[in-house]
């Protein structure tokens, strides 16, 4: 062969491993921050998701922990296994539910500590369809939702209670267990974390586009589970291969890698301000329960009202953040009542407030929170929310708002507000007292009808 030739075939093979390697690094790595913000739109801007904690114990329904809190062996949780059958999963119910409540997109549970798995996996026969129900459960809620106009999402655990290569470790139901754990001293954890990404790839290449990934959770150090194990950047370059668009939460101990996480996770916890990374605002969903647990927990009383869910939602928003909602479904497959009348509360709420929720942000530094009222910001509209959480008697004054705004109502019925601006000279009356430069708000004495009354204000 020619010099010449043999030189084109080498530049075709160098090419065409450079093109190879460049396809095999995580897209979301070599990003820049508008890419991902662009990326993230459609999840910023829905900021209400419903999360959805399915499997095994909703039978025992006393926490989804239950195995691990009971230290029940495999043996004796096989008798739920054998039990499951939920008769009346409706998905359409369901989707309908969740759109009806104002959110977005939800996630789902694909399998979740206890190892059981709610699709028809290759890889396990620990899985719905050979359950008495005898069939896979997620397929059809994610077209339910799909066709509802919700994003799709999905929960996988990263720990597995039932898995005969996972490692026991200090949260495993039988670490305390001294004989259990001599006997399976010999686990791999490498084969598990291979049957990790034989799942993930399962339910990121069976079920079309999935928008976003939960992957729950890592516990590094002493007798705990981390990147090591999980082969973190392994599995990460597998997801971002196969779903390149994907938003994926921050629990595979990979915050140090660019590209490792796109949002971070507060649980069951408000965050007093923006989540920050390093002094920069990041993205940030909380995850929250009704009641406590994330699986159906028949006896559990401690269930929030109606009006401090919003007040949470609107809470997480004026923060920047997205909130993402949790019902843990029966083992028929209905939704709980409880959790039906709290949806249906909120969806009714945000049916004529949704414009200080979706598409809304933290409200810029120059405009003071209230008192007793919580503020939210849509940018392209150029709007401010107040959620006036205590109506005050006859007057609001927005301190510093002096000179900003242009018009002002209330959302619920888009009645004027009147206002008077006590930056203008003159303007200010003793009733007012120090108060310099702010908008003073003259409100109905009557509360408007609504679990959170709110005024939108115009802004200049
Ligand atoms: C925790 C819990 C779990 C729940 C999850 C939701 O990590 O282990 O039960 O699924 O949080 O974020």
């Known amino acids: 062969m020619k010099r010449s030739s043999l030189f084109l075939i080498g530049s075709i093979l160098v090419l065409a491993a450079l093109g190879a390697a460049l396809l095999a690094a995580p897209a979301a790595a070599a990003e820049t921050p508008a890419q991902k913000e662009a990326r993230m739109k459609w999840w910023t801007e829905a900021r209400f998701g419903m999360f959805i904690h399915w499997g095994l114990y909703a039978l025992p329904a006393r926490h989804e922990w239950v195995k691990n809190h009971e230290h029940i062996t495999d043996a004796d949780y096989q008798k739920y296994f054998d039990h499951f059958n939920p008769d009346l999963y409706n998905p359409k119910a369901w989707a309908k539910a969740a759109k009806a409540a104002g959110m977005k997109y939800f996630v789902i549970t694909t399998k979740h500590h206890e190892g059981f798995c709610l699709f028809d996996s290759k890889f396990t026969d620990y899985k719905a369809p050979n359950t008495p129900y005898g069939k896979d459960l997620i397929g059809p809620i994610v077209q339910a939702m799909r066709e509802e106009g919700l994003k799709v999402g999905f929960y996988y655990s990263l720990l597995d209670w039932h898995h005969p290569e996972y490692p026991v470790d200090s949260i495993h139901p039988q670490s305390g267990d001294a004989a259990f754990r001599e006997k399976m001293k010999g686990r791999d954890v490498k084969k598990y974390a291979e049957y990790v990404r034989n799942q993930v790839r399962e339910i990121l290449t069976n079920y079309g586009t999935i928008d976003c990934l939960f992957l729950d959770f890592s516990f590094p150090g002493k007798d705990g589970k ?102 843990g479904p029966t083992a028929r497959g209905t939704f709980d009542e409880r959790a039906l009348e709290r949806l249906a509360g909120m969806g009714q709420w945000l049916t004529t407030h949704g414009r200080s929720v979706y598409g809304c942000t933290a409200a810029p530094a120059e405009f003071p929170k209230p008192a007793n009222c919580l503020l939210t910001y849509n940018a392209a509209a150029k709007r401010l ?76």
């Open 226 to 327: 981390g990147r090591a194990d999980w082969e973190s950047e392994k599995l990460l370059a597998m997801i971002r291969e196969l779903q390149p668009n994907i938003i994926l939460n921050d629990r595979l101990d990979l915050m140090d890698v660019p590209g490792g996480w796109d949002f971070r996770t507060p649980e069951q916890y408000l965050p007093r301000e923006w989540v920050t990374m390093n002094g920069q605002r990041v993205p940030w969903e909380t995850c929250q329960t009704f009641s406590g647990s994330w699986g159906y927990y028949r006896d559990e009383a401690s269930w929030k009202s109606i009006r401090q869910l919003l007040t949470m939602l609107v809470e997480v928003v004026s923060k920047g953040g997205n909130l993402l909602l949790n019902v």
């Open 385 to 460: 929310y107040v959620h006036v959480l205590e109506w005050p008697m006859g007057t609001l004054a927005l301190e510093g708002f002096g000179g900003k705004i242009q018009y002002a109502q209330l959302l619920n019925d888009a009645s004027e507000v009147r206002f008077r601006d006590t930056s203008k000279p003159g303007v200010a009356d003793e009733e007012d007292g120090p108060i310099k430069n702010a908008v003073i708000l003259s409100l109905p004495v009557l509360k408007p009808n609504v679990e959170i009354p709110v005024i939108e204000l115009f802004l200049k």
